[in-house]
């Protein structure tokens, strides 16, 4: 009877361990990845401090969620060819080159140049409610007009480059926590850029998976690190001595939002 509870023990033993390699091949599997990263300032890491000298005008940060993925997860090869102000057509004619046939992830970040995310808060700032509201509108516009199709032709284009990767579309996170005592904007243009933000990531959740991709989407987990927010601000707010960094993650928000969303969606 002992040596029959002895190997009853050895069974659920070995069961065990098999369970817990198999929950383990998931991220032993991302060490054999070679890993691309496409897109905007939001992937390059603007506004996160320390950026590779390579990198020169695109602003490459290692504080960036790519770049973190790679430190922290070490797949076999890593390339982020992500630039500041990049759009659609700019991933299509200057990034796609950097994937290949090997190529088994990718992720990108882009769609918000495509809608003048850098000219409405220009205007916003500067101009007003009205004109601020109106450029919105005219953003929102384009985006349900022109924006999944964009996006189409850059979704596309990573298949046919590397068919065999897995590629995750990483969206935007909102900018202002509303109903919250705020100078700058009005509340009106705070709740209209969200509405255009929240517009934007939509379209590009539902562009992704219709590709058959998965969409890693950072809103939720930015909640309490907007601006206007009273913990600590995971965005840069308006900064007029360096415009560039104005509303995109610190590297707070890259480590402690962006990449934690990716890490989970990619694997």
């Not at 995971?234 to 590297?251: E, F, K, R």
Request: charged content about 15%.
């Amino acid at each position: 009877m002992r040596k029959s509870r002895l190997v009853t023990l050895a069974v659920s033993l070995a069961a065990s361990i098999g369970a817990t390699f198999a929950l383990a091949v998931p991220a032993q599997a991302a060490a054999t990845d070679r890993y691309v990263a496409l897109g905007d300032s939001y992937a390059s890491g603007v506004g996160a401090g320390s950026y590779t000298s390579e990198s020169g005008a695109c602003q490459r940060s290692t504080n960036a969620y790519p770049a973190l993925y790679n430190a922290n997860i070490r797949p076999a090869s890593y390339r982020s060819v992500a630039c500041s102000g990049a759009t659609t057509t700019d991933v299509i004619n200057n990034q796609l080159s950097a994937l290949s046939s090997t190529t088994t992830l990718v992720s990108v970040t882009i769609g918000g140049n495509d809608v003048g995310f850098a000219n409405i808060m220009t205007t916003c700032v500067l101009y007003g409610e009205s004109q601020c509201l109106a450029a919105i509108e005219a953003a929102k516009t384009k985006a349900r007009n022109e924006l999944s199709g964009k996006l189409a032709n850059v979704y596309n284009g990573i298949k046919s480059r590397a068919p065999s990767a897995r590629l995750v579309v990483v969206g935007y996170p909102v900018f202002y926590q509303l109903g919250t005592f705020c100078v700058g904007l009005s509340a009106n243009s705070r709740a209209a850029l969200n509405d255009g933000i929240n517009l934007v990531d939509d379209i590009t959740r539902t562009a992704a998976t219709s590709a058959g991709f998965k969409f890693a989407d950072v809103r939720s987990i930015f909640v309490g690190h907007q601006l206007c927010s009273y913990g600590e601000k995971w965005l840069h707010a308006l900064n007029y001595l360096d415009l560039g960094v104005s509303y995109h993650p610190t590297a707070a928000g890259q480590a402690g939002g962006y990449y934690p969303v990716f890490r989970s969606v990619a694997g």
